[in-house]
C-alpha cells in the first residue's frame, strides 16, 4: 500500500472514531466504538488501542508503518505534556491521558482539543480549502469552535482560544456542565435543545429523548418545535456575532452532528449574525456560513494530520 499512512481518533462523548487516513485525506478504514470510561481511563485507552491494532491488521498494515497518531478530546488540551487540562463534559481535569496511548503504543501520538482538529482537517481537506481565515463550529453534544488565522489553528496565550460555547449570553441563566451559567452551549447545542423543548412541549417529543426528534417535529411543521429551534439559532448568531466582532473574520463553516439541518440552522445564520453585528462589517453583507465537508470524520481527520508546526 503506497503512500504514507496516518492515525486519527476523535474520542466524543458518546463514540470514539478511529481511522486510517491517506495522505490525501482519504479514510482507509475506519471503526466506531462506546465512550466508556466507567470502569477506568487506563481500561478505556487499551480498549481504543486494541481497536486500532485490529484495524491495522486488517489492512496489513503494522505501527511502524503510521507516520503519524493524532488523538482528538473534548475539552482543553495541553500538547506539551499529553494532558486533558479540563473537559467538563466527559473527562474532567488534568487527566495525562497521552502518557497512556504511549505507553500502549510504545510511540509518541500528538494530542489536540477535538473541534480544532475538526478547524484543521476542513482546512486541508474540506470546505477550509484555500481559505486561510475562518472559524469552524462543531454542533453537537455542546458547541466547540477551531479558529484558522493565516492558515493555523489559533490557540492563544492560555491555549484556550474559540471556546465560543461558554460565551456567557444570557446573565444568571441557565447553569452550564462547566459550573458558570448562561453559556451559549445551554442554548444552541442539541443538549440545550432538547432540554428546552422538555421543558416546553415534553408530550411531543414521547419516547424520543433526542434532539433530532425536534427537528423532526419541525420539519412535519409543528409550530412550537420550528419556534424553539428558531430562538435556539438566533442566540447562536448572536454569540457568533461577538466572536466576528473581535476577530474580524467572514467565514463560519459549521461542522457536528446538527450540521445536516441546513434549512433550519446554516441558512438563515448570515441575516442574522448581520443583525447583531458591528455596522462596519456587517453593512458589508459579507458573512459566509457554509456546511462542513467532512461531516463527523473531520475530527478524526484533523487530529490525524495535527502537528507542533500547525498552531499559531
Not at 495522505?23 to 486494541?50: H, L, Q, W, Y
Not at 412541549?201 to 409550530?223: I, M, N, S, T
Not at 429551534?229 to 466572536?243: N, P, Q, R, T
Request: overall charge neutral; aromatic content about 8%.
Amino acid at each position: 500500500m503506497k503512500g504514507k499512512k496516518y492515525v486519527g481518533i476523535d474520542i466524543g462523548g458518546t463514540k470514539v472514531n478511529i481511522g486510517v487516513i491517506d495522505e490525501n485525506g482519504t479514510i482507509i478504514t475506519s471503526k466506531k466504538i462506546r465512550t466508556d470510561i466507567s470502569n477506568s481511563i487506563e481500561r478505556f485507552v487499551k480498549a481504543v488501542c486494541e481497536e486500532l491494532s485490529e484495524l491495522l491488521l486488517n489492512e496489513q498494515l503494522r505501527l511502524e508503518d503510521i507516520e503519524q497518531i493524532g488523538i482528538g478530546i473534548p475539552g482543553t488540551a495541553n500538547r506539551e505534556q499529553g494532558v486533558i487540562e479540563y473537559s467538563s463534559n466527559l473527562f474532567g481535569s488534568n487527566i495525562p491521558i497521552g502518557k497512556y496511548f504511549e505507553e500502549r503504543l510504545e510511540r509518541k501520538i500528538a494530542l489536540v482539543q477535538d473541534s480544532w482538529a475538526a478547524a484543521w482537517g476542513e482546512h486541508l481537506f474540506g470546505a477550509g480549502r484555500n481559505r486561510d481565515d475562518f472559524l469552524c463550529i462543531t454542533l453537537g453534544t455542546g458547541i466547540g469552535c477551531g479558529v484558522i488565522m493565516k492558515g493555523k489553528v489559533y490557540a492563544g496565550a492560555m491555549n484556550t482560544a474559540g471556546e465560543i460555547g461558554h460565551v456567557p449570553i444570557i446573565k444568571e441563566g441557565r447553569k452550564c456542565s462547566c459550573g458558570k451559567y448562561g453559556c451559549l452551549e445551554r442554548y444552541a447545542s442539541g443538549t440545550g435543545i432538547l432540554e428546552q423543548a422538555m421543558e416546553l412541549f415534553p408530550g411531543k417529543l414521547k419516547r424520543e429523548k433526542k434532539a433530532e426528534k425536534v427537528f423532526e417535529l419541525a420539519y412535519k411543521g409543528d409550530q412550537d418545535a420550528l419556534q424553539l429551534i428558531h430562538a435556539c439559532v438566533d442566540k447562536l448568531a448572536y454569540g457568533l456575532a461577538i466572536i466576528v466582532n473581535i476577530l474580524s473574520i467572514d467565514t463560519i463553516v459549521i461542522s457536528g452532528g446538527l450540521c445536516v439541518h441546513e434549512e433550519l440552522i446554516i441558512k438563515p445564520l448570515p441575516e442574522l449574525i448581520m443583525k447583531y453585528g458591528y455596522d462596519a462589517w456587517s453593512c458589508k453583507k459579507s458573512i459566509r456560513v457554509i456546511k462542513a465537508e467532512l461531516g463527523s470524520y473531520a475530527p478524526m481527520i484533523g487530529a490525524a494530520f495535527i502537528n507542533s508546526d500547525c498552531f499559531v
